[in-house]
């Protein structure tokens, strides 16, 4: 409007006497200084309408977000594109994430006078409760053993998240979980030494098992790492993004785990509580790190939540995808990859349509106000600039439409990769 307004001024007062040749070459349009300014004014209002500014970002946003969802992406919302792009960090949990969260009983210790049976009978009453991955695991293997299902007194089941779970079953108070829970239930937190392993397995995780408040057995499970994992990696360290993984297991098999996919020791969390994955990544953001959760459970909805952007595989618990920015609908872990690719593929396309939309109104806008009549005689119709608008819009239009392209460099299921 101001630009107009400065138009219909200069015109009409004293650019035709600044200019008299104008009188002349303009007499297709009307002679007068009043006619000349009056379409100088509208060929610049017309021009300077913001239709490629309006969508500029729109249009790349919506492309954006309709990519990520034909490759299994749910994105919500446009400024969760914008965030991904400036990430630095990615925290990763393990179970169920790095891992295919399907851990598989492979030892049972001990002691006390129970046997193997009775300790996975005990501890599946207990279990069939929950659904962690190491409570189904247990469970499933007390199934495929035949073993006689235990049933659990009303009103006794208790579970802490991230620890584990107790209840009586058969007169027994049982309690399954980490060693520092089950201690905890009985106050005594000694391990008998024939429930010590023999053998070095620190990619193994203990589950404790718990009579009367004594540790009497330990099962052992273990996990397979996703075959995705390592590459995924590798990706985000290729484009200078630090990798973290957490995990409520012991230390030791999360170290075992992160050596494996190359994550860096010192950036590998064990023992660690839910509340304890949200300060965790709290603490990051306070040191200037924008970062991201990769999580599955309902252990990790805290540090979902917390996190500048949560990322949710959609194998995982209906709490973790509600409070997730993004779902991972494949649940593949190189579309953590492909996310963050998107959004700068995205905000790169939305940097050239401003860029292309304020060059065309910084080179229309002038020669609609009549800059090259002097001189060349070249004045815009509001018909002819109105063309002009409209071409930039399609230009903006055409623009965000090629961010199409980018879905050949995003990752494929397995299955459309071994088509290909």
Request: glycine share 12%; charged share 20%.
């Amino acid at each position: 409007m101001g630009a107009s307004a400065a138009t219909f001024v200069f015109w009409s007062t004293v650019g035709t006497k600044l200019f008299p040749s104008v009188l002349a070459s303009a007499a297709s349009v009307g002679s007068a200084p009043l006619l000349i300014a009056l379409q100088m004014t509208a060929s610049v209002l017309v021009v300077a309408c913001p239709c490629a500014l309006g969508l500029a970002t729109p249009t790349a946003v919506l492309v954006g977000t309709a990519l990520g969802a034909r490759h299994g992406l749910l994105i919500r919302g446009g400024d969760i594109l914008e965030k991904a792009n400036t990430l630095d960090t990615v925290v990763f949990d393990k179970t169920g994430t790095l891992t295919i969260g399907k851990p598989v009983l492979q030892e049972t210790r001990t002691t006390g006078g129970f046997s193997d049976i009775e300790l996975i009978a005990l501890a599946g009453a207990v279990e069939r409760n929950c659904r962690h991955p190491l409570a189904l695991a247990i469970t499933e293997a007390a199934t495929k053993a035949e073993i006689p299902n235990y049933n659990v007194q009303d009103g006794t089941f208790k579970q802490e998240p991230g620890a584990g779970a107790s209840a009586t079953v058969n007169k027994k108070v049982v309690s399954v979980g980490t060693r520092a829970f089950v201690s905890a239930q009985g106050g005594d937190s000694s391990v008998p030494k024939e429930l010590m392993s023999t053998e070095n397995n620190p990619g193994r995780t203990p589950v404790y098992v718990g009579i009367d408040g004594k540790i009497v057995g330990v099962l052992e499970m273990q996990d397979e790492i996703r075959s995705d994992a390592a590459e995924t990696i590798r990706r985000l360290h290729a484009q200078n993004i630090q990798t973290v993984m957490i995990s409520g297991d012991r230390l030791e098999t999360a170290q075992a785990v992160g050596k494996l996919i190359g994550i860096e020791e010192k950036f590998i969390y064990g023992g660690v509580r839910p509340e304890g994955k949200a300060e965790l990544v709290k603490d990051l953001q306070k040191s200037g790190k924008r970062v991201a959760m990769v999580g599955d459970g309902i252990n990790d909805a805290a540090a979902l939540a917390q996190a500048d952007i949560g990322i949710a595989m959609a194998g995982g618990v209906g709490a973790a995808s509600e409070v997730a920015s993004i779902v991972l609908l494949g649940d593949r872990l190189p579309q953590v990859v492909d996310a963050i690719d998107l959004s700068k593929a995205t905000f790169n396309k939305i940097k050239q349509n401003l860029g292309w939309a304020f060059g065309y109104n910084l080179i229309g806008i002038p020669i609609a106000a009549g800059a090259l009549l002097p001189a060349y005689g070249i004045a815009l119709t509001p018909s002819v600039a109105g063309a002009i608008m409209g071409f930039s819009s399609l230009g903006v239009m055409g623009n965000s439409l090629l961010l199409k392209l980018k879905g050949r460099e995003l990752s494929k299921p397995p299955e459309e990769e071994n088509k290909a």
